[in-house]
């Protein structure tokens, strides 16, 4: 199982070579490429050059020992952008469809894709489903023709009138599993937010959602902490989550995806530059001894 770590942060304040050279010297042999650029018309991955840009980046990352094993859509669309078909076939299915062959350019074999879900969500149910299997439904043939898997991903809410986190899309297992299994195809896997899973008021666990997933759905995973309020993205055993009971159910489904940190640059944003190194490595260490703790509990026949 490779280590991996979310880059997006940490390339926008230290560059992409740096951010490589801290991530490789502290042990980890993967990252996850966030897609933000194609948000951006100034960047290149943005611009008419993206195949060459996409090229130029591998090219940084592995110098440096690593792989770009995964990659994360931009989600940043406007609400116009989401419910007008006209902006939605112009704007949103097009930039999705770039950042699916850029992953391919990138090597990786699997984008993050959000659901849609910036409307209410209670109440809302089934038209969202609906929504999101026309919306999944149209990345499928991208996802064919650059040998690319999407993995949906479990979303929360809060609700701003009453003050607490809230269900959202994918939040219930049941409903995780019906739009995997809707879609129906080996391109449509499922990547389980293991900080999302506590945020809403629930009996469910990530260890439930994992076990539940299954082997065959759950092919990604994002690896962070909180303290059931926040979505704090904090590195693991910085808040409340049991990670003894995670990696037992990682090992139990036989978990062959990337063991993925997905933290924010809370932990290491301001920390002085001459010890920036070693929080990276503490960081690494961490995911080490986890993922070390997922291959001893897999059941082997």
């Known amino acids: 199982m490779k280590l991996s770590i979310n880059i997006g942060g940490m390339r926008l304040k230290y560059g992409l070579e740096k951010s490589a050279e801290l991530i490789s010297h502290a042990g980890f042999t993967a990252c996850d490429f966030g897609m933000g ?4 018309p100034e960047t290149r991955l943005y611009s008419d050059d993206y195949r060459n840009a996409a090229k130029d980046i591998r090219e940084t ?9 995964q990659t994360h859509a931009p989600f940043h669309f406007s609400a116009t952008q989401w419910d007008t ?5 112009e704007i ?5 469809a770039k950042t699916i062959e850029i992953n391919s350019i990138l090597g990786s074999k699997i984008t993050v894709v959000h659901p849609i879900h910036h409307m209410e969500y209670h109440g809302h149910e089934e038209e969202i489903f609906e929504r999101n299997m026309y919306f999944y439904r149209r990345l499928i043939p991208y996802c064919k023709e650059f040998d690319v898997k999407v993995a949906v991903e479990n979303m929360w809410q809060h609700d701003k009138r009453r003050g607490f986190n809230s269900f959202d899309t994918c939040n219930t297992i049941k409903e995780f599993i019906r739009y995997v299994d809707t879609l129906d ?4 896997v499922a990547c389980l937010d293991i900080g ?12 439930d959602f994992i076990r539940a997933l299954g082997h065959e759905r759950l092919k990604s995973i994002h690896i962070h902490d909180n303290d059931y309020t926040k979505d704090s993205h904090m590195v693991p055993y910085m808040g409340k989550l049991d990670w003894s009971e995670i990696t037992k159910a990682l090992g139990e489904i036989n978990y062959d995806g990337d063991f993925t940190y997905e933290v924010n640059d809370a932990f290491y944003g301001n ?19 986890l993922v070390a703790q997922v291959e001893e509990k897999r059941v082997t026949n």
């Open 37 to 40: 650029d194609l948000e951006k």
């Open 85 to 89: 078909p006209e902006k939605f076939d």
């Open 196 to 207: 999302h899973v506590v945020l809403p008021d629930t009996k469910e666990t990530p260890c």
């Open 271 to 289: 920390i002085p530059e001459r010890i920036l190194q070693q929080s990276v490595d503490f960081m690494g260490v961490i995911g080490k001894e």
């Open 61 to 69: 990352i592995e110098s440096y020992g690593l792989k770009i094993t």
């Open 185 to 188: 195809s080996e391109y449509i």
């Open 92 to 96: 949103v299915i097009p930039r999705l």
